[in-house]
C-alpha cells in the first residue's frame, strides 16, 4: 500500500469536516520524477490536497428598448414578438410600458446572448428607417 494515504480515525474526522473543493490525492511513492516521497522530515505521513475552483453562474444583462416619438407601436411589438419571442399580449403590455415610461426590459439574457439581441433589433429596426433604440444593462 505504499503511496497511499494513512489517516488515523480524528484526522478522518476532520477530513469529513473540510470544505467540499478539496479532495484526498494519493502520495506519489518514492522513486517518482518529482522527488516527493509522501514523507516529511520526521518520517510522519503527510496529505495532499486539491482545490476544486468553483464554477459561478455568469453574469446577467436586461435588454432595454426605449421610447422614441416616431416608431409605430405596430413594429415595436413585431419587435417583442419575432426577437423575444412574446406572445401578442405580453408584447403588447411591454411596449406601452415603454411608451408610458420611456424604457422597458425586453429580456434577461447572458451577456453575448444580450448583445446579440440588440444587434438584431438595432439592424431590424435601421433596415425598416425606424429609430427605435435598444440597449442592454447589467442586472
Do not use: W
Amino acid at each position: 500500500m505504499l503511496g497511499t494515504v494513512l489517516i488515523k480515525d480524528c484526522e478522518r474526522k476532520k477530513m469529513r469536516a473540510m470544505d467540499d473543493r478539496t479532495e484526498m490525492l494519493p502520495l506519489k511513492a518514492a522513486g517518482d520524477d518529482d522527488g516527493f516521497d509522501g514523507n516529511d522530515e520526521e518520517g510522519k505521513t503527510g496529505l495532499v490536497t486539491k482545490t476544486r475552483p468553483k464554477t459561478r453562474k455568469p453574469n446577467l444583462y436586461k435588454v432595454l428598448l426605449l421610447n422614441d416619438d416616431y416608431t409605430p407601436m405596430e413594429f415595436v411589438i413585431l419587435i417583442l414578438e419575432k426577437f423575444f419571442n412574446k406572445r401578442h399580449e405580453e408584447a403588447s403590455r411591454i411596449m406601452l410600458h415603454v411608451h408610458q415610461r420611456g424604457v422597458g426590459v425586453c429580456g434577461v439574457y447572458t451577456f453575448e446572448v444580450a448583445e446579440t439581441k440588440v444587434t438584431q433589433v438595432m439592424d431590424f429596426s435601421r433596415q425598416h428607417d425606424h429609430p427605435l433604440q435598444c440597449t442592454m444593462e447589467k442586472e
